[in-house]
């Protein structure tokens, strides 16, 4: 039996949450998700706290800037823990720390720290990529494999599929490299460059979804558009519905 392992990220629909909080996640959950990825998750904490539970929406994953200040630590967890978030992300780093292989060291470093005091609380910390980290190369390696190589066993990885596709990677191919490591993908699809309105519902651009899918069975499905020229819940739904079909729920 498949689990319920689709999300959403709610970056995706950060302008109708500015509009309509409430009303925003209660259409999430109409559509058919009961998962959630919580974006500035410190800033909306408390009316995630207060409005999730309302409509059966979980928040098994969470983004923190993590790395910016280790003093934060504690008060990240702690939030993570309130929400009901098992592993916590760090989404983005500074792309020359991606130059060499001991900026990419020292990154692992950052966030294998990171991952020890977490798991104090209980949780797990992820790293989120963006297009750079697989469009440098070291050696013939992706930036990204080369962080892997270089991260204790608890640290995970949110493989953004999309951005990777952009960042020159066969992704299927990168993904089985990597393996258990990937906990959670991105899925997003468009026409593979770096103009985010050109993004589409999942299964309408050119993102072999299918195949990236298969390489990751088991990771959790997040479906996230940074961008997209129209309603926004529009895709939201096709993706899942997408998503549904290929894999349902038995």
């Known amino acids: 039996m498949l689990k319920d392992n689709l999300s959403l990220q709610l970056y995706t629909v950060r302008a109708k949450l500015v509009e309509d909080f409430e009303g925003t996640l209660a259409r999430i959950a109409q559509i058919g998700y009961t998962k959630v990825e919580a974006f500035r998750t410190a800033e909306f904490a408390d009316r995630l706290a207060e409005t999730l539970p309302e409509y059966g929406l979980a928040v098994p994953t969470a983004h923190f800037a993590l790395l910016r200040d280790d003093r934060a630590f504690a008060s990240a967890f ?4 309130r929400l009901g978030v098992s ?18 060291k020292t990154l692992a470093h950052e966030l294998n ?11 797990t910390v992820g790293y989120h990529n963006h297009h750079f980290e697989l469009e440098t190369k070291v050696g013939g390696v992706h930036g990204l494999e080369i962080l892997a190589d270089h991260l204790a066993d608890r640290v995970a990885l949110e493989v953004d599929t999309y951005w990777a596709a952009v960042g020159g990677a066969d992704v299927p191919a990168l993904l ?3 393996g258990d490591r990937v906990k959670i993908l991105h899925v997003k ?6 103009n985010n309105k050109a993004q589409v519902a999942v299964g309408d651009g050119v993102i072999p979804v299918r195949d990236i899918l ?6 959790l499905r997040v479906v996230e558009l940074d961008d997209f020229d129209g309603d926004i819940l529009d895709p939201v739904e ?12 038995v």
Request: hydrophobic share 40%; no cysteine.
């Open 113 to 123: 720290s990171a991952a020890a005091e977490a798991a104090d609380h209980g949780l």
């Open 87 to 104: 592993t916590v992300v760090v989404p983005m780093t500074r792309r020359e720390q991606w130059q060499s292989t001991d900026g990419i």
């Open 214 to 219: 298969t390489a990751a069975p088991n990771a």
């Open 238 to 249: 096709k993706s899942f519905a997408y998503l549904r079909e290929l894999e349902p729920l």
């Open 189 to 194: 699809d468009g026409d593979a460059t770096l």
């Open 176 to 178: 089985t490299r990597l």
């Open 78 to 81: 702690a939030t993570a823990r």
